[in-house]
């Protein structure tokens, strides 16, 4: 953890303990098309970690309800969201923030913090407002409709993003955006609804750590 000059975060999973309030979300949202196509969507969302609402919804429509719904009708893509918007917004509030967060951002005062995540971003703003988190991540909060790789891509262009940096995530997403960002990566266990990680991680040699807690022996 010594020596970065800009600290990367993704949100769910990472920073707040919500993986499970958005794959419930993502089911309640589709369950008008059926518990078959819900269940499809939920599988989806997790086998997909990080990518945006949009662009899952949009598959939802284009795909799985075609395949599962068997002609059952339902809402369009503006309903879908702002019904999962809806199932989010109280989850996100509630959910538990990662132990030692606040512990990290007192030892790394000279870092400069991000949040780039899937979600959505006028939502995760006003959300960790309320939780008086924002001020911690003073390189902004930035999420979805702009995919990870174009934020990163842009923030680094601005110069907002200083390298040496490091991407803290919790899903094959988050790694392949930090790889071709070339950013560092380290991949958080505690949270990731990513099973299969341990075999994965071991392939790409990828370093891994349990808590966010578990960083403040790291510095």
């Not at 993502?26 to 969507?41: E, H, K, N, R």
């Not at 988050?174 to 341990?198: G, I």
């Amino acid at each position: 953890m010594t020596g970065y000059t800009t600290l990367v975060f993704d949100c769910d999973g990472v920073v707040l303990d919500s993986n499970q309030v958005k794959t419930e979300a993502f089911y309640q949202s589709t369950l008008p098309y059926g518990d078959v196509a819900a269940q499809a969507m939920v599988k989806y969302h997790v086998d997909n970690g990080g990518v945006s609402r949009y662009k899952k919804f949009s598959h939802f429509l284009e795909r799985i309800a075609l395949e599962h719904a068997r002609g059952q009708q339902g809402p369009d893509l503006g309903e879908l969201l702002q019904a999962y918007a809806d199932h989010v917004r109280e989850g996100l509030l509630s959910c538990e923030v990662a132990p030692g967060l606040e512990a990290l951002r007192q030892q790394t005062p000279d870092a400069r913090w991000l949040i780039v995540s899937g979600g959505d971003q006028a939502e995760l703003r006003d959300v960790f407002a309320q939780r008086d988190i924002a001020q911690w991540f003073d390189g902004g909060i930035f999420g979805s409709p702009d995919t990870k790789e174009e934020i990163l891509e842009r923030e680094i262009a601005s110069g907002n993003i200083r390298k040496p940096a490091l991407f803290l995530g919790d899903s094959k997403y988050d790694y392949e955006s930090s790889r071709r960002a070339k950013l560092d990566f380290l991949f958080m266990t505690c949270w990731s609804d990513f099973l299969e990680y341990q075999a994965w991680v071991t392939k790409h040699s990828i370093p891994c750590v349990g808590k966010m807690s578990d960083l403040l022996f790291k510095l």
